[in-house]
């Protein structure tokens, strides 16, 4: 654990490291630099391959830190100030060796071991741009590839045991980086790594005179270390993707004229100009111009949507057929790619309940088969007399069963694949812990507007107590003056289509739960909840009645009153989105079931619940629909999906938290995941693919404790030996890792 500091005496550091592949290279540099005095507050992300403490360099200086993590066999460079966590991904790395790592890309690459050529040599500049075979890894294997043939040739044309000694200096040629690193680990507390267990099993192996076959199985070594690197990249390759979709360069338009500026120099306010066909460099809203806009690259949505003037864009979305000038409303590591990449990269080192299970297991079940192994080398030849060679060969095979490689990055990496599916197709899950939540989902409550429906009512009638229409509509528009709330934008947008002029209020002030009141022509003036309206005594029978008449219909009531007396009622309906009610049918083929919590009135619920075959409850206040959720935990898993600041607490309460995309920022904080297409559909799309990793996960529990045990019962048999013992290892964790990508293809439709 961190040792506590001082905070006046330490001081925040970065570092962009290279070759961390899943949680246990973090917690082998973690474990190694929270040994020193004056570090603190350690946390080492995967995902964005960062390093970031708190340090005294009076009590330890960045270098040793540095020097620290170069041991282990990771690249190691300090991050510039402002300088953005991007997603590089890691290549060729082992899931928890730290053996022979290469770097994500544009990380700057510094060897681990300087002086030692290839055998030495970790990270290579461009690793993860070059194929197999220019990797330091890559390299590796062809080295000890050649040694190996060299050694049977010299064994061929030797006279005696000389060609013996070729497979010897093969066997030390191939496993001296290794053993380097699991001495490295060892210094740091870590005396149970793959490298040390590798390290033990060829120097055992040469000490039995079984030299060929421990240059054999230090060659599948390298060989698997590769195979693994190869296939673990690939459940990176979506999330990597994702920053390649905003382009490098934009066109900056000033006093009239465009010239090309870095796109990560943009700045709020600054109108950018985007031909057909471009990407655009920034969130924004289109300033002039109209045209189709793809995007798909960042929702997943492919049908292109028509957008204008006013209307919101993303970066990295298309326009297809026509030049718009778009102002910038986000900074560059604020836009919308930015922020996925970055749930996504907060996600994967949010660990499941299944990982830390798993992790905790691992750290006993290693120094346990070291400890069988033990008994297996010394209890034979003690009790029976058995040949001491045979029984310390078979205990070397069951040290390199011992490796929890496979077992290890089972979770890791069917997350990881989950993660990356759902960002591509407009889905945020924000951890391994929401996807096990989402998983057991049994019950989605919903907030009605915005959230089921489109979120752009419109008024359907007016009624006034006097007959005077125009005055009403007058009154609730000076109220709603200046709201972005859809029900404030329908009113005013009314009023405007009318022609009716209004003086707007002051001193507006919400009312939470029941509507806003303004100064309107000297009057208090509210507009909302008809309850209200009853509570403070300005309601009327005919207006009871009319109300009851209009929310039987489905729509929503606002009462417009001052001074105690009801000047009328606006009534307003919010349609359903066109795949709610197949949504919720979706959902009950799940198993499922739907509930719908809303702050309107009970009539308006039943009407729109019935139309979505859903449950509901009604009239309901923020802090109403925190306790309803409260309850439903109680008894459910439940999934509560919603888009406004109301819904925050809601959202935050419920097992697992999903905004609509076009929600506010606060709803999006507090939820656990988001719906980046704002289709209710996607729900269902969620929790299949929720189910999917799980039973993917299970699936890759069962291949690497199968093999282990098989090939541990094999191998104290005298059927397996030591390479078949590494490919086992190897071959699991390969198989592991295929199988977690086969979710990269998983399709959430039906």
Same mark, same amino acid.
């Given at each position: ?136 890894? !890559? ?6 590839? &050649?040694?190996? =043939? /060299? @050694?049977? *040739? +010299?064994? #061929?044309?030797?006279?005696? $045991? ?26 740091? !507390? ?6 040390? &267990?590798?390290? =033990? /099993? @060829?120097? *055992? +192996?040469? #000490?039995?005179?079984?030299? $060929? ?538």
């Amino acid at each position: 654990m961190s040792l506590k500091q001082d905070d006046s005496a330490a001081n925040p550091y970065s570092w962009k490291v290279g070759g961390m592949d899943c949680g246990s290279c973090a917690n082998k540099i973690r474990t190694a630099v929270e040994r020193f005095p004056g570090v603190s507050d350690v946390s080492v992300s995967v995902m964005s391959e960062t390093l970031a403490l708190s340090l005294d360099e009076n009590k330890t200086g960045r270098d040793k830190v540095e020097r620290a993590v170069k041991k282990l066999g990771y690249s190691i460079a300090p991050r510039q100030r402002g300088e953005a966590a991007e997603t590089g991904a890691v290549t060729q790395s082992s899931c928890c060796s730290g053996h022979d790592h290469t770097h994500g890309q544009g990380s700057k690459v510094e060897r681990a071991d300087p002086g030692h050529g290839v055998a030495g040599h970790v990270h290579g500049a461009d690793d993860g741009d070059r194929s197999w075979y220019q990797t330091g890894k !890559g390299r590796l294997v062809i080295l000890t590839g &050649l040694l190996l =043939v /060299a @050694a049977w *040739g +010299a064994e #061929f044309l030797l006279p005696g $045991e000389l060609g013996m000694w070729a497979f010897v200096a093969a066997c030390l040629i191939g496993v001296a980086p290794i053993a380097r690193r699991a001495f490295a680990a060892l210094s740091a !507390g870590m005396p149970f790594t793959i490298e040390m &267990l590798m390290t =033990v /099993a @060829a120097a *055992g +192996a040469l #000490f039995i005179g079984a030299a $060929e076959e421990a240059a054999l199985v230090v060659f599948l070594f390298a060989v698997g270390e590769v195979l693994e690197g190869v296939a673990a990249n690939r459940a990176r390759a979506g999330i990597r993707a994702l920053g390649d979709l905003v382009p490098k360069t934009a066109l900056l338009e000033e006093n009239g004229k465009t010239r090309k500026v870095q796109a990560a120099e943009l700045k709020i306010g600054q109108i950018v100009v985007v031909r057909p066909g471009d990407r655009i460099p920034a969130d924004g809203e289109i300033v002039d111009g109209i045209a189709g806009i793809d995007e798909a690259p960042v929702t997943g949505e492919s049908v292109p949507r028509t957008k204008g003037e006013g209307e919101d864009v993303f970066a990295g979305s298309i326009s297809t057929d026509a030049a718009i000038r778009v102002r910038v409303t986000r900074a560059p590591e604020d836009n919308t790619i930015a922020r996925i990449i970055r749930l996504v990269e907060e996600a994967q080192d949010a660990r499941a309940p299944t990982e830390r299970f798993i992790d905790r297991f691992s750290r006993y079940y290693m120094p346990a088969v070291v400890g069988f192994a033990l008994l297996v080398a010394i209890v034979p030849p003690l009790a029976t007399g058995a040949d001491w060679d045979v029984w310390i060969y078979r205990a070397l095979a069951l040290l390199l069963i011992g490796c929890p490689c496979a077992l290890v990055i089972s979770v890791p990496a069917s997350i990881a694949s989950a993660l990356s599916t759902g960002a591509r197709r407009g889905l945020l899950l924000k951890g391994g812990a929401v996807i096990e939540a989402a998983a057991r989902t049994d019950l989605v409550t919903f907030d009605k507007t915005g959230t089921l429906t489109v979120g752009r009512p419109a008024v359907t009638d007016v009624w006034a107590a006097d007959g005077d229409e125009a005055r009403v509509l007058a009154l609730a528009a000076g109220v709603e003056a200046g709201s972005s709330h859809p029900l404030a934008e329908a009113v005013l947008a009314h009023a405007e289509s009318l022609g009716i002029s209004y003086e707007a209020g002051r001193d507006a002030r919400a009312i939470p739960g029941r509507g806003v009141e303004a100064r309107v022509g000297g009057e208090t003036v509210f507009v909302g909840s008809p309850r209200h309206a009853e509570e403070e005594g300005a309601m009327t029978a005919l207006a009871r009645s009319r109300i009851e008449a209009l929310e039987a219909e489905g729509k929503t009531v606002a009462a417009v009153f001052r001074a105690g007396a009801l000047s009328g009622v606006i009534a307003l309906r919010d349609e359903p989105r066109e795949d709610a009610a197949a949504a919720m049918q979706e959902l009950k083929a799940l198993g499922v079931r739907t509930m719908m919590l809303t702050g309107d009135n009970a009539r308006t619920a039943e009407a729109i619940a019935g139309r979505l075959s859903m449950e509901y409850r009604a009239e309901l206040l923020p802090d109403d629909k925190v306790s309803a959720i409260r309850e439903l935990t109680g008894r459910n898993t439940v999934m509560m999906v919603g888009d406004g600041i109301n819904d925050a607490p809601a959202l935050a309460t419920a097992n697992v938290g999903v905004a609509m995309g076009s929600g506010t920022d606060v709803a999006l904080e507090s939820a656990d995941g988001a719906l980046l297409r704002n289709r209710v559909g996607d729900v269902a799309g969620m929790v299949r693919l929720a189910r999917a990793t799980m039973a993917n996960i299970h699936q890759n529990i069962a291949i690497a404790l199968g093999l282990k045990a098989v090939f541990l019962v094999t191998t104290v048999l005298g059927i397996t030996g030591l390479w078949i013992a590494i490919l086992a290892d190897t071959g699991a964790t390969v198989l592991v890792t295929l199988n977690a990508l086969r979710l990269l293809g998983f399709r959430m439709e039906r």
